[in-house]
Protein backbone atom coordinates (compact mmCIF):
# COMPACT_ATOMS: atom_id res chain seq x y z
CA UNK A 1 0.00 0.00 0.00
CA UNK A 2 1.88 3.10 -1.02
CA UNK A 3 2.26 5.83 1.34
CA UNK A 4 -0.26 8.54 2.39
CA UNK A 5 0.51 11.95 0.66
CA UNK A 6 0.24 15.27 2.37
CA UNK A 7 1.48 18.65 2.24
CA UNK A 8 4.27 18.31 4.83
CA UNK A 9 5.33 14.93 3.13
CA UNK A 10 5.77 16.92 -0.26
CA UNK A 11 7.96 19.86 1.52
CA UNK A 12 5.45 21.81 2.99
CA UNK A 13 4.98 21.95 6.64
CA UNK A 14 2.28 24.76 7.20
CA UNK A 15 2.78 24.23 11.18
CA UNK A 16 6.76 24.93 10.67
CA UNK A 17 5.89 28.04 8.63
CA UNK A 18 3.28 29.21 10.39
CA UNK A 19 5.22 29.28 14.11
CA UNK A 20 8.33 30.95 11.66
CA UNK A 21 5.65 33.52 10.97
CA UNK A 22 4.78 34.26 14.30
CA UNK A 23 8.14 34.50 15.39
CA UNK A 24 9.29 36.89 12.72
CA UNK A 25 6.44 39.10 13.51
CA UNK A 26 7.89 40.41 16.97
CA UNK A 27 10.88 41.94 14.22
CA UNK A 28 8.05 43.92 12.85
CA UNK A 29 6.44 45.35 15.80
CA UNK A 30 6.09 49.28 14.61
CA UNK A 31 4.89 52.69 16.16
CA UNK A 32 4.88 54.27 12.72
CA UNK A 33 0.97 55.48 13.35
CA UNK A 34 0.97 55.28 9.38
CA UNK A 35 0.21 52.08 9.49
CA UNK A 36 -3.24 51.36 10.45
CA UNK A 37 -3.77 47.47 10.67
CA UNK A 38 -1.96 44.77 12.50
CA UNK A 39 0.63 42.30 11.28
CA UNK A 40 -0.60 39.66 10.06
CA UNK A 41 -3.22 41.24 7.79
CA UNK A 42 -3.49 40.17 4.16
CA UNK A 43 -2.59 43.55 3.46
CA UNK A 44 -0.91 46.35 5.17
CA UNK A 45 -2.95 49.49 5.20
CA UNK A 46 -1.48 53.11 5.56
CA UNK A 47 -3.00 56.46 6.20
CA UNK A 48 -2.21 58.74 3.07
CA UNK A 49 -2.53 61.83 4.76
CA UNK A 50 0.65 63.67 4.31
CA UNK A 51 1.62 66.78 6.51
CA UNK A 52 3.71 69.45 4.99
CA UNK A 53 3.04 68.01 1.47
CA UNK A 54 1.29 70.16 -0.53
CA UNK A 55 1.10 67.54 -2.94
CA UNK A 56 2.49 64.37 -2.15
CA UNK A 57 3.49 61.94 -5.09
CA UNK A 58 3.77 58.43 -4.16
CA UNK A 59 7.54 56.74 -5.53
CA UNK A 60 7.20 52.95 -5.94
CA UNK A 61 10.27 50.72 -6.37
CA UNK A 62 10.60 46.72 -6.29
CA UNK A 63 14.58 45.66 -6.08
CA UNK A 64 16.39 42.44 -5.37
CA UNK A 65 20.29 41.93 -4.56
CA UNK A 66 21.00 40.00 -7.57
CA UNK A 67 23.29 37.05 -7.00
CA UNK A 68 25.13 38.33 -4.33
CA UNK A 69 22.41 36.88 -2.10
CA UNK A 70 23.73 33.34 -3.46
CA UNK A 71 27.31 33.99 -2.52
CA UNK A 72 26.46 35.46 1.01
CA UNK A 73 24.05 32.76 1.48
CA UNK A 74 27.08 30.24 0.85
CA UNK A 75 29.30 31.99 3.26
CA UNK A 76 26.52 32.32 6.30
CA UNK A 77 26.54 36.25 5.67
CA UNK A 78 22.69 35.99 4.58
CA UNK A 79 21.67 39.11 7.53
CA UNK A 80 24.49 41.43 5.24
CA UNK A 81 21.94 41.41 1.86
CA UNK A 82 19.22 42.56 4.23
CA UNK A 83 20.92 45.71 4.43
CA UNK A 84 21.69 45.67 0.59
CA UNK A 85 18.35 45.33 -0.19
CA UNK A 86 16.69 47.65 1.92
CA UNK A 87 19.58 50.84 0.92
CA UNK A 88 19.59 50.06 -2.81
CA UNK A 89 15.56 50.34 -2.51
CA UNK A 90 16.16 53.84 -1.02
CA UNK A 91 18.95 54.71 -3.25
CA UNK A 92 16.69 54.03 -6.13
CA UNK A 93 13.80 56.99 -4.81
CA UNK A 94 15.76 59.10 -3.09
CA UNK A 95 17.54 60.03 -6.71
CA UNK A 96 13.91 61.51 -7.40
CA UNK A 97 13.46 63.49 -4.19
CA UNK A 98 11.25 61.07 -2.16
CA UNK A 99 11.67 59.90 1.40
CA UNK A 100 10.90 56.37 2.28
CA UNK A 101 8.00 54.99 4.43
CA UNK A 102 6.73 51.41 3.83
CA UNK A 103 9.11 48.33 2.46
CA UNK A 104 7.54 44.88 2.04
CA UNK A 105 9.80 41.87 1.41
CA UNK A 106 9.18 38.47 -0.27
CA UNK A 107 11.23 35.33 0.99
CA UNK A 108 11.06 32.19 -1.50
CA UNK A 109 12.93 28.93 -0.55
CA UNK A 110 12.90 25.56 -0.93
CA UNK A 111 13.12 24.66 2.47
CA UNK A 112 12.37 26.31 5.18
CA UNK A 113 14.83 27.27 8.16
CA UNK A 114 13.19 29.04 10.65
CA UNK A 115 16.10 30.74 12.14
CA UNK A 116 17.37 31.45 9.14
CA UNK A 117 13.87 33.05 8.08
CA UNK A 118 13.79 35.01 11.19
CA UNK A 119 17.01 35.86 10.97
CA UNK A 120 16.28 37.76 7.99
CA UNK A 121 13.38 39.43 8.61
CA UNK A 122 14.87 41.06 11.59
CA UNK A 123 17.83 42.60 9.77
CA UNK A 124 15.17 43.66 7.25
CA UNK A 125 13.29 45.27 9.75
CA UNK A 126 16.50 46.63 11.51
CA UNK A 127 17.90 48.35 7.99
CA UNK A 128 14.32 50.19 7.54
CA UNK A 129 14.35 51.14 10.87
CA UNK A 130 17.84 52.94 10.58
CA UNK A 131 16.84 54.77 7.57
CA UNK A 132 12.93 56.19 9.03
CA UNK A 133 10.79 54.16 7.23
CA UNK A 134 8.60 50.39 8.00
CA UNK A 135 9.36 46.97 7.42
CA UNK A 136 5.13 46.22 6.77
CA UNK A 137 4.86 43.13 5.80
CA UNK A 138 5.70 40.69 2.55
CA UNK A 139 5.72 37.16 1.77
CA UNK A 140 7.48 33.96 2.69
CA UNK A 141 7.10 31.11 0.33
CA UNK A 142 8.09 27.82 0.42
CA UNK A 143 8.68 26.09 -3.16
CA UNK A 144 10.31 22.44 -2.84
CA UNK A 145 11.30 21.96 -6.04
CA UNK A 146 11.81 25.18 -7.33
CA UNK A 147 14.14 26.28 -5.62
CA UNK A 148 17.35 24.19 -3.62
CA UNK A 149 17.35 23.12 -0.09
CA UNK A 150 19.61 25.62 1.74
CA UNK A 151 18.99 29.00 -1.30
CA UNK A 152 16.84 31.50 -0.04
CA UNK A 153 15.92 34.05 -2.93
CA UNK A 154 14.78 37.64 -1.41
CA UNK A 155 13.24 40.58 -3.17
CA UNK A 156 11.51 43.98 -1.75
CA UNK A 157 9.52 46.69 -2.61
CA UNK A 158 9.42 50.46 -1.19
CA UNK A 159 7.07 53.28 -1.14
CA UNK A 160 8.10 56.27 -0.66
CA UNK A 161 6.48 60.35 -1.00
CA UNK A 162 7.64 63.56 -2.91
CA UNK A 163 6.74 66.60 -3.23
CA UNK A 164 5.25 67.18 -6.62
CA UNK A 165 6.78 70.71 -6.65
CA UNK A 166 9.83 68.94 -5.02
CA UNK A 167 10.30 66.09 -7.67
CA UNK A 168 13.72 65.42 -8.97
CA UNK A 169 14.23 63.84 -12.43
CA UNK A 170 17.37 65.50 -14.24
CA UNK A 171 14.71 68.26 -15.83
CA UNK A 172 16.60 71.57 -14.43
CA UNK A 173 20.50 70.11 -16.01
CA UNK A 174 21.74 72.76 -18.05
CA UNK A 175 25.03 72.75 -19.39
CA UNK A 176 27.93 74.19 -17.02
CA UNK A 177 26.20 72.05 -13.87
CA UNK A 178 28.78 70.04 -12.07
CA UNK A 179 28.82 66.37 -11.65
CA UNK A 180 29.80 65.28 -8.06
CA UNK A 181 30.71 61.55 -7.24
CA UNK A 182 29.72 60.38 -3.75
CA UNK A 183 31.74 57.38 -2.73
CA UNK A 184 30.72 53.77 -2.74
CA UNK A 185 32.25 51.46 0.03
CA UNK A 186 33.05 49.03 -2.84
CA UNK A 187 30.69 46.55 -5.32
CA UNK A 188 27.53 47.40 -3.97
CA UNK A 189 25.11 44.67 -5.22
CA UNK A 190 26.51 44.64 -8.99
CA UNK A 191 28.60 42.90 -10.78
CA UNK A 192 28.45 39.57 -8.32
CA UNK A 193 28.17 36.84 -11.39
CA UNK A 194 31.51 37.93 -12.55
CA UNK A 195 32.79 37.80 -8.65
CA UNK A 196 31.57 34.23 -8.53
CA UNK A 197 32.65 32.93 -11.84
CA UNK A 198 36.01 34.65 -10.65
CA UNK A 199 36.17 32.47 -7.42
CA UNK A 200 34.58 29.46 -9.05
CA UNK A 201 38.19 29.59 -10.83
CA UNK A 202 40.39 30.82 -8.01
CA UNK A 203 38.83 30.21 -4.30
CA UNK A 204 41.94 30.53 -2.44
CA UNK A 205 40.76 34.60 -3.55
CA UNK A 206 38.40 34.43 -0.49
CA UNK A 207 40.59 35.07 1.73
CA UNK A 208 43.19 36.98 -0.28
CA UNK A 209 44.28 40.25 2.00
CA UNK A 210 42.05 43.71 0.23
CA UNK A 211 43.87 46.53 2.07
CA UNK A 212 43.55 44.80 5.77
CA UNK A 213 40.35 42.54 5.33
CA UNK A 214 39.54 39.50 3.35
CA UNK A 215 38.35 39.79 -0.20
CA UNK A 216 35.10 37.96 0.82
CA UNK A 217 34.36 41.09 3.57
CA UNK A 218 34.74 43.44 0.90
CA UNK A 219 33.07 41.81 -1.64
CA UNK A 220 29.71 41.65 0.99
CA UNK A 221 29.83 44.78 2.59
CA UNK A 222 26.65 46.11 2.55
CA UNK A 223 24.97 48.47 -0.11
CA UNK A 224 26.07 52.07 1.33
CA UNK A 225 22.56 54.13 1.76
CA UNK A 226 22.64 57.90 1.01
CA UNK A 227 19.59 59.21 2.60
CA UNK A 228 21.27 60.63 5.64
CA UNK A 229 24.09 62.36 3.26
CA UNK A 230 21.74 64.05 0.78
CA UNK A 231 17.91 64.43 2.35
CA UNK A 232 19.15 68.04 3.74
CA UNK A 233 19.56 68.82 -0.54
CA UNK A 234 16.00 67.66 -1.68
CA UNK A 235 14.38 71.64 -1.98
CA UNK A 236 17.77 72.81 -2.92
CA UNK A 237 17.12 74.41 -5.86
CA UNK A 238 20.41 73.95 -6.88
CA UNK A 239 20.43 70.09 -6.92
CA UNK A 240 19.67 69.69 -10.60
CA UNK A 241 19.55 65.96 -10.56
CA UNK A 242 20.89 62.62 -8.80
CA UNK A 243 21.52 59.28 -10.36
CA UNK A 244 21.91 56.06 -8.45
CA UNK A 245 25.14 54.17 -10.17
CA UNK A 246 24.40 50.42 -10.08
CA UNK A 247 24.62 47.72 -12.66
CA UNK A 248 25.86 49.62 -16.10
CA UNK A 249 27.91 51.98 -14.35
CA UNK A 250 28.64 55.60 -14.76
CA UNK A 251 27.38 55.76 -18.54
CA UNK A 252 24.21 53.77 -18.27
CA UNK A 253 23.10 55.43 -14.87
CA UNK A 254 23.98 58.86 -15.82
CA UNK A 255 22.71 59.60 -19.04
CA UNK A 256 18.98 57.92 -18.02
CA UNK A 257 18.57 61.59 -16.45
CA UNK A 258 20.18 63.90 -18.82
CA UNK A 259 17.43 66.22 -20.50
CA UNK A 260 17.89 66.15 -24.82
CA UNK A 261 20.62 67.80 -25.86
CA UNK A 262 23.11 67.60 -22.97
CA UNK A 263 25.92 65.32 -22.53
CA UNK A 264 27.88 64.35 -19.37
CA UNK A 265 31.44 64.37 -19.27
CA UNK A 266 33.84 62.63 -17.11
CA UNK A 267 36.95 62.69 -16.16
CA UNK A 268 38.28 59.00 -15.22
CA UNK A 269 41.85 60.23 -13.49
CA UNK A 270 39.75 61.45 -10.69
CA UNK A 271 37.94 58.58 -9.63
CA UNK A 272 38.77 56.93 -6.31
CA UNK A 273 39.08 53.58 -6.63
CA UNK A 274 38.08 51.55 -3.68
CA UNK A 275 40.99 48.86 -3.79
CA UNK A 276 38.69 46.09 -3.99
CA UNK A 277 38.42 46.93 -7.51
CA UNK A 278 42.42 46.70 -8.00
CA UNK A 279 42.08 42.94 -6.47
CA UNK A 280 39.52 42.09 -8.99
CA UNK A 281 41.56 43.59 -12.14
CA UNK A 282 44.46 41.71 -11.13
CA UNK A 283 43.01 38.03 -10.25
CA UNK A 284 40.58 38.41 -13.38
CA UNK A 285 43.07 40.24 -15.91
CA UNK A 286 39.58 42.61 -16.44
CA UNK A 287 39.85 45.32 -18.89
CA UNK A 288 39.31 48.62 -17.88
CA UNK A 289 35.89 48.88 -20.42
CA UNK A 290 34.32 46.16 -18.71
CA UNK A 291 35.17 47.30 -15.01
CA UNK A 292 33.33 50.06 -15.71
CA UNK A 293 30.44 48.94 -17.52
CA UNK A 294 30.15 46.12 -14.41
CA UNK A 295 31.03 48.05 -11.48
CA UNK A 296 30.45 51.72 -10.15
CA UNK A 297 34.23 52.19 -9.62
CA UNK A 298 33.95 53.08 -6.75
CA UNK A 299 30.81 55.80 -7.57
CA UNK A 300 27.56 54.99 -5.24
CA UNK A 301 26.33 58.27 -6.74
CA UNK A 302 25.93 61.25 -9.10
CA UNK A 303 24.96 64.61 -8.36
CA UNK A 304 24.91 66.82 -11.22
CA UNK A 305 24.49 70.43 -9.26
CA UNK A 306 24.86 74.48 -10.42
CA UNK A 307 28.39 75.36 -10.82
CA UNK A 308 28.11 77.88 -8.15
CA UNK A 309 26.80 75.59 -5.41
CA UNK A 310 29.38 72.84 -5.61
CA UNK A 311 31.56 74.05 -2.47
CA UNK A 312 28.46 74.74 -0.33
CA UNK A 313 26.95 71.11 -1.70
CA UNK A 314 30.46 68.83 -0.91
CA UNK A 315 30.35 70.75 2.73
CA UNK A 316 27.51 69.40 3.25
CA UNK A 317 27.90 66.21 2.08
CA UNK A 318 31.40 66.12 4.17
CA UNK A 319 29.33 67.29 7.29
CA UNK A 320 27.20 64.12 6.81
CA UNK A 321 30.39 62.27 6.99
CA UNK A 322 29.81 61.06 3.16
CA UNK A 323 32.67 61.29 0.84
CA UNK A 324 32.32 63.07 -2.63
CA UNK A 325 34.41 64.91 -5.08
CA UNK A 326 34.19 66.75 -8.53
CA UNK A 327 33.69 64.44 -11.59
CA UNK A 328 32.92 66.08 -14.90
CA UNK A 329 30.59 68.57 -16.24
CA UNK A 330 27.38 68.80 -18.27
CA UNK A 331 28.35 70.11 -21.88
CA UNK A 332 25.78 70.40 -24.92
CA UNK A 333 25.65 66.78 -26.54
CA UNK A 334 23.48 64.31 -27.29
CA UNK A 335 22.14 62.68 -23.87
CA UNK A 336 25.37 60.64 -23.97
CA UNK A 337 27.90 59.96 -21.46
CA UNK A 338 31.56 60.55 -22.43
CA UNK A 339 34.28 58.39 -20.39
CA UNK A 340 37.17 60.71 -20.80
CA UNK A 341 41.05 60.08 -19.62
CA UNK A 342 42.14 56.73 -17.71
CA UNK A 343 41.74 55.25 -15.03
CA UNK A 344 44.06 55.61 -12.07
CA UNK A 345 45.35 52.80 -10.70
Not at 53 to 73: D, M, T, W
Not at 139 to 145: D, F, R
Not at 274 to 293: H, Q, W
Request: charge should be negative.
Amino acid sequence: MSQRLSYASAGVDIDQTDAAKRTMAASMETADPRVLNRIGAFATLLDARFPGYAHPVLVHKSEEPGSKQKLAFAHGRHRGVCYDMVNHLIDDIIVMGAEPISIQDVIVCGAMDGAIVNDLVEALADACRQQGCTLTGGETSVQPGVVPDGLYVLTASVIGVVDKDNIIDGQAIEAGDQVLALASNGLHTNGYTLVRALLDRQPDLLTADVAGESFLEAVLKPHTCYLQAVRGLFTDPSLHGMAHITGGGLRDNLSRILPLGLDAQLDLATLQIPSVFRTLRAAGDLEDADMLRTFNMGVGMALVVAPEAVEQVLAHLAAQDCRAYRLGEIVAGEQEVALQGELAW
